[in-house]
């Protein structure tokens, strides 16, 4: 069974920074997704960022910039650095992996593409 676990969510005013931490179970394929998505209230899961295995990352379009994921595989943790935080950020934050070792540019940030979720962060950013 792999195992996620969320940290690092808060309350934030508009213009600050949050750094979520996704620590992991080591029982995942070695070639694999990570990814962060959100769901604020109201709306569907999206799609925030991942990065695979040999480290290419890709970011949803109302990040980029703003955000950065990064791994440490020494201790199976992935981070999601939040900068100029914006009250639309607003959300539950949730890791996930997908264990494949390759997938198109238009799934990798697709809910359903994910097989392993942890249960969440809580990022409230206020104006």
């Known amino acids: 069974q792999v195992r996620l676990v969320e940290s690092g969510g808060g309350s934030v005013q508009a213009g600050g920074s949050l750094k979520l931490s996704c620590g992991h179970s080591e029982n995942i394929p070695h070639k694999f997704y990570l990814a962060w998505f959100r769901r604020s209230p109201g709306k569907q899961r999206e799609g925030v960022a991942s990065m695979n295995t040999d480290g290419t990352t890709t970011y949803a379009d109302s990040v980029k910039g703003r955000f950065t994921i990064s791994q440490d595989n020494a201790k199976n943790t992935l981070y999601l650095q939040m900068s100029s935080l914006r009250p639309e950020d607003t959300a539950m934050y949730y890791c996930?992996?997908?264990?494949?070792?390759?997938?198109?540019?238009?799934?990798?940030?697709?809910?359903?593409?994910?097989?392993?979720w942890g249960q969440g962060t809580q990022v409230t950013v206020s104006s």
């Open positions: 996930a992996i997908a264990p494949l070792s390759w997938m198109p540019m238009s799934a990798i940030l697709l809910e359903g593409s994910y097989e392993y």
